[in-house]
């Protein structure tokens, strides 16, 4: 019965974030179209709710093309790898104060751990392309992506020594006792979280590893048709995942004032970080690979274990 | 003990996002750090020279559309004016300034693509929508006039083709004003943003020496604080009527390439804001320039240059005074400027090239003519 009601519970979720990918993706078009003085898509349903779909569509319809050079077993396993850690990642959070999949005591570190896992999609998808942009991406997206990883889990300890659990529901439990979220004492926390979540992400100014001017796309450059879309919904599953993480760290998960229900006051918060990703990707340029490195090792750890020790003290101190 | 390593040939277009068209890199990378770069061009060469051999004076203007297609009325211009040096026409006053207003039109709107394109290149998206907004505001006013929007075929040996629409040149200032407060939302967008200043500030740098023995013209030379304009220097048409200044910066790098171009579409607004002061009714083409088949230069040979936005454009022309050339040079800026990449990229890695490539400014039709 128990299994039986997990899988029942993981299809839905599935579904669920099909679901929200399809519709990030319409609107991170809606959100930039705007800001460059656009409409963005309109011509499938109206607001053009149906564009994705179409796309989807047309990408399912696509001949499925391997390159003749190309390692297949690999080939075909890197797209699957890449999605698979950052849906199973979606376990452990919880949605509302009833609705969660595994209430697990080692949170923070099942996710960071699995989400961590992506990254071997991007190199091995870079790899058996036998291509030389697509090896360049890859390349780079590992660098980045170990690079940041560090200062991402440096800056979520904050919040785990202030709470003293690693269970994510603990952590909003917490937050709910105390009064307040967590954004407030950990703002420097916060602020690092967002900056190493967005290179995590491989989003702009960060999206080195897709560089299209650069590299051609990077380590998708090969893919096509439905890999192509395997690839791009891990992307975005990704990006909620981290959302979703962020929301529940520092914003308090599904708390706020009761006239709404606990879900839907998650989903709001994580549009907010979801608003933000595409926001910095209408503004800013990219960053260059020399410039990425150096502000991830030589500022945002160090501030990072700046934060630690600052909160370490402070909860000495103040007793919390 | 040392770890083997090898250099990987990576091959950059002609099929490459960032090349803007069909222009060829070889670079040899040392992980990503170049350390060969070789240019390879040709794949649109189209012989115009040579073709220029076959047609009547007039014919050939079309051709000289598709140079700098970017900016086309100031190559039409070039040939034109080396053509009725020959002939030694007088030209109307109001054709006179007509050409100048449309000139510099062209010119903000190719240095608009320039700045669309490059951030574009550097990995910024909305610039490039900011950029064609206000470039379609140029192209609809040489649309008005020319009745075409890129190959305009406008400027003529001895005059211009048509006359400006009635209410034209009132447009024109209007739309001058709106252009002008335009480009000044673009500093506020890009100008003080910190990943680009730390993308360009001290990157690709050109030293004064290089610029001149090179042969380097245009708002890249001027970058690097060599100061030179044919408009000021040898002044063409009628620019010497205008009040405007040359920006120069002494920096060389990619960031003084922005600053210039940036400086630069304010002075031509100034230009043309003057022409349209000043501009009178009359005539718009010599009596003899209308008529296709009169043209026939006498015997001899004539050299004409001009500023256009990518450099120094001068066109060749010999005669032996029949109804054909007997033959034509083109002088191209963007095929002189590009030459230099093979040495401005030793040691840069592919980041950079990106950001150096773009700064040049070529067009592909130019290149290889």
New interface residues.
């Given amino acids: 019965m128990d299994l039986l009601y997990m899988v029942l519970f993981a299809v839905v979720v599935l579904l669920g974030l099909l679901g929200g990918v399809t519709y990030a993706i319409l609107f991170e078009r809606k959100v930039?179209g705007w800001?460059?003085?656009?409409n963005g898509p309109n011509r499938h349903g109206p607001w053009g709710l149906f564009q994705t779909i179409a796309d989807v569509l047309k990408l399912l319809m696509k001949e499925d093309i391997i390159p003749a050079a190309a390692d297949r077993k690999i080939f075909v396993l890197a797209p699957i790898l890449a999605f698979a850690p950052s849906f199973t990642v979606f376990a452990v959070l919880s949605w509302s104060d009833t609705l969660y999949a595994a209430d697990l005591n080692i949170g923070v570190l099942y996710f960071l751990g699995v989400s961590s896992m992506t990254m071997l999609g991007v190199l091995m998808g870079g790899w058996s392309s036998n291509n030389?942009?697509s090896l360049?991406g890859s390349i780079?997206g590992v660098a980045q992506m170990v690079s940041y990883e560090i200062p991402l889990v440096l800056s979520v300890l904050g919040v785990v020594i202030l709470s003293g659990t690693m269970n994510l529901r603990g952590i909003v439990q917490y937050q709910d006792d105390i009064g307040m979220w967590f954004i407030i004492p950990q703002f420097l926390g916060f602020v690092i979280y967002l900056i190493s979540a967005i290179a995590e992400l491989n989003r702009?100014?960060f999206?080195?590893p897709e560089?299209?001017?650069?590299?051609?796309s990077g380590y998708h450059t090969e893919y096509s048709g439905f890999r192509y879309a395997f690839f791009m919904l891990a992307e975005y599953t990704y990006a909620i995942a981290i959302s979703a993480f962020a929301t529940t760290l520092f914003l308090g998960g599904w708390l706020g004032p009761a006239f709404l229900p606990g879900i839907v006051w998650f989903i709001l918060k994580m549009c907010i970080f979801m608003f933000i990703w595409f926001w910095l990707?209408?503004?800013?340029?990219?960053?260059?690979?020399?410039?990425l490195m150096q502000f991830g090792w030589k500022v945002l750890i160090p501030l990072a274990l700046l934060n630690i020790v600052i909160t370490a003290v402070i909860k000495v101190w103040m007793g919390w | 003990m040392s770890i083997k390593t090898e250099t990987m040939t990576l091959n950059m277009g002609p099929q490459h996002p960032s090349t803007h068209g069909v222009f060829r890199l070889l670079v040899e990378v040392d992980g990503e750090t170049i350390t060969k770069a070789e240019p390879v061009m040709g794949y649109l060469h189209r012989g115009s020279e040579k073709l220029a051999e076959n047609f009547l004076y007039t014919q050939f203007i079309p051709y000289t559309d598709r140079l700098d297609y970017l900016n086309a009325m100031t190559n039409n211009y070039v040939y034109c004016a080396a053509i009725e040096k020959l002939l030694e026409w007088e030209i109307p006053e109001r054709a006179d300034y007509l050409r100048v207003i449309v000139m510099e039109l062209n010119r903000i709107a190719s240095h608009l693509v320039w700045w669309g394109t490059y951030l574009l290149d550097i990995g910024a998206l909305s610039p490039f929508l900011y950029a064609f907004r206000d470039r379609d505001i140029c192209l609809d006013l040489l649309n008005e006039i020319s009745g075409a929007r890129m190959t305009f075929n406008y400027i003529r040996i001895g005059g211009v083709k048509w006359d400006a629409p009635e209410g034209w040149v009132d447009k024109v200032k209007e739309k001058v004003k709106e252009l002008r407060e335009n480009i000044a939302e673009y500093d506020t967008l890009v100008t003080g943003n910190e990943i680009f200043q730390a993308r360009t500030i001290g990157v690709g740098k050109l030293t004064k020496e290089q610029v001149i023995n090179w042969g380097i013209s245009g708002p890249l030379a001027r970058a690097s604080g060599v100061n030179i304009d044919i408009r000021k220097e040898e002044p063409y048409s009628i620019y010497d009527r205008f009040d405007f200044n040359i920006p120069t910066r002494e920096e060389g790098d990619v960031f003084a390439r922005y600053k210039v171009r940036i400086a630069e579409m304010y002075e031509s607004l100034k230009i043309i804001e003057q022409a349209c002061e000043q501009i009178d009714e009359g005539e718009i083409i010599h009596k003899k320039g209308a008529r296709i088949m009169m043209i026939k230069p006498p015997a001899g040979e004539a050299y004409t240059r001009a500023e256009a936005s990518k450099g120094e454009i001068g066109v060749y022309a010999v005669s032996n005074g029949k109804n054909k050339p007997y033959r034509i040079k083109l002088r191209r800026p963007s095929f002189v400027n590009v030459s230099i990449l093979q040495d401005l990229l030793i040691g840069e890695n592919i980041q950079n090239l990106v950001a150096i490539f773009g700064s040049l400014d070529i067009v592909l039709g130019e290149v290889d003519a």
């Fill in positions: 930039i800001m460059q003085i656009r030389k942009y360049l780079r702009s100014p999206d080195l560089a299209e001017s650069e590299l051609v990707r209408a503004t800013l340029p990219r960053a260059r690979v020399d410039h």
